[in-house]
């Protein structure tokens, strides 16, 4: 597509966005709104086997035995049961078309973007007289009747399919190849200008219409893959130009404190506190790295550091709590069911937006008996049934997430029955780490005016842990009340004392 032609479109579909922006009404929070104030709560989705129907179970959809993948149209069934989870805002993986050359799995990476102009047609239903684009409008749609706001994904690199048909907007060898980033085999390196010729350039064309397409669908935000990869002066553009359009309109950076090197050492590298500069809302902070930490000390040092850096700028900024992402290893192989249950308590309480990975609550380890096999049938130029194994399946037509399982289901409904209960003290409240006698012990306190709550975890998952914690502004006519409590743990004027089980959390509030 000639850069003009580029262009014209993006005036258009702005047109659209900018009409459709002013028939919403002044009174409905913006996610920018919710995400700046730890309301957003996150539920990030590959809709491609988000309602997949796997009728003979073997984790393949084959669709030669009349099996559909997840779509548009049948995603639309899950949003009430998601809803009842208490979340309010979806991350769709990347929903633009993907790489079939030098492919990874049999459906190829959601990452590996092969057009920024169009939508990924494997999202199609058939069935449907909808176009895609159509079907993809209706589900936003109805999202937005449910009071779920969206945030889409945009992916970092281009596939190999894309370099072929657009070789200019690359980076390149002395031999014309372009640069693999990493170890991602399936995608090639952007070339983004980082000087005056960035707002020129096709590629920076590129990703304008993408975020105005998404703006056109009805998406609420953009979560950047891999944002450190481009250079400050390319973000601060391109949300300088979405806001342009929708100043409510949020940008979500995959970032973290613990990144601290480029992607290759071809690639630019801008840290979370440039992207932070730059206009985003927010960052993944580094809370994947709970599986190692084991101390209270670990976990404030972490909390109270990324207040300090978020406070710096002169609009609000958050985090998401990243325990467990697409990238990271299902929880429950890490620990199991209790360490599954320490997560969903983190995320309800620590002043941060919940995020949460399609499966995780619904007790999926990620396995799949398939990995690394070689496929019956595939649809790239991979023969093998590529996949993380112990993450979800972003590579291949694979069965919807999840078991029957509901234990961690009703544990987060308990966790989130309670945080809407004190939602003033934990989105605005003060964090503050107690005084314990036990470092294996996470505790710490959420206070705004008169009120606070107080969680206690045992980080142990193997052992029990005597403990006593100090718990601040009890006096003789508190109220107390416990909402999570454990057999052996007692209040003595204003102490926690007692023997915590393995994994145990405890959680009161003091009024």
């Not at 998406?219 to 250079?231: Q, S, Y």
């Not at 902070?285 to 084991?294: E, I, R, S, V």
């Not at 019956?376 to 996949?387: A, Q, R, W």
Request: aromatic letters at 12%; a neutral charge; hydrophobic letters at 40%.
């Amino acid at each position: 597509m000639k850069l003009k032609k580029i262009f014209l479109t993006i005036f258009v579909l702005l047109f659209i966005v900018t009409s459709a922006n002013a028939e919403i009404g002044s009174n409905d929070k913006s996610l920018r709104e919710m995400f700046q104030n730890n309301e957003a709560v996150i539920y990030s989705v590959n809709l491609r086997t988000f309602n997949a129907n796997d009728k003979n179970g073997n984790g393949i959809i084959d669709f030669n035995l009349g099996e559909t993948s997840g779509s548009f149209i049948n995603a639309i069934e899950r949003l009430d049961e998601i809803k009842a989870l208490g979340v309010n805002t979806l991350h769709l993986l990347p929903i633009t078309p993907v790489g079939k050359i030098k492919a990874l799995g049999t459906a190829g990476s959601l990452y590996a973007l092969s057009d920024f102009t169009s939508l990924n047609p494997q999202l199609m239903d058939n069935e449907s007289e909808l176009s895609l684009k159509e079907q993809a409008k209706l589900f936003f749609d109805e999202c937005h009747k449910r009071g779920l706001k969206v945030i889409v994904d945009l992916p970092s690199c281009g596939a190999y399919d894309l370099f072929i048909n657009r070789p200019d907007l690359f980076k390149l060898k002395e031999d014309d190849s372009p640069y693999v980033p990493s170890d991602w085999f399936d995608v090639r390196l952007f070339n983004v200008p980082d000087d005056k010729k960035l707002l020129t350039s096709d590629i920076f064309a590129l990703h304008k219409f993408f975020v105005s397409y998404m703006m056109y669908l009805g998406a609420d935000g953009i979560r950047a893959d891999v944002a450190t990869i481009k250079p400050y002066i390319f973000w601060k553009e391109l949300i300088k130009f979405a806001r342009s359009k929708n100043k409510d309109f949020m940008f979500l950076a995959e970032a973290s404190e613990n990144w601290t090197t480029p992607a290759t050492d071809k690639a630019y590298f801008t840290d979370y506190k440039k992207l932070l500069e730059a206009g985003f809302d927010g960052y993944y902070g580094n809370y994947f790295d709970l599986k190692n930490w084991k101390t209270m000390s670990q976990l404030s040092e972490s909390v109270l550091n990324q207040q300090k850096v978020l406070k710096k700028y002169p609009e609000k900024k958050s985090v998401i709590g990243s325990f467990e992402t697409h990238d990271e290893v299902s929880p429950l192989l890490i620990g199991g069911e209790n360490f599954s249950k320490i997560i969903i308590w983190l995320n309800a309480t620590l002043p941060l937006n919940p995020y949460y990975v399609d499966g995780f609550l619904q007790a999926d380890d990620y396995f799949y008996e398939y990995s690394n096999k070689k496929a019956s049938e595939t649809y790239t130029d991979d023969e093998y049934y590529y996949v993380h194994q112990g993450q979800i399946d972003i590579f291949n037509f694979s069965r919807k997430p999840g078991t029957d399982s509901t234990i961690l289901i009703d544990e987060q409904l308990s966790a989130m029955k309670f945080r809407n209960k004190f939602l003033p003290q934990i989105t605005k409240g003060t964090f503050v780490p107690l005084k314990t006698n036990n470092e294996k012990v996470f505790a710490y306190q959420r206070m705004l005016d008169k009120k606070s709550v107080v969680v206690i975890i045992n980080r142990n998952l193997a052992n029990s842990e005597d403990v006593i914690v100090n718990v601040k502004n009890i006096k003789q006519k508190s109220k107390i009340s416990f909402i999570k409590q454990q057999d052996g743990i007692e209040l003595v004027k204003s102490r926690i004392i007692g023997k915590l089980r393995p994994a145990s959390v405890v959680v009161f509030s003091v009024e």
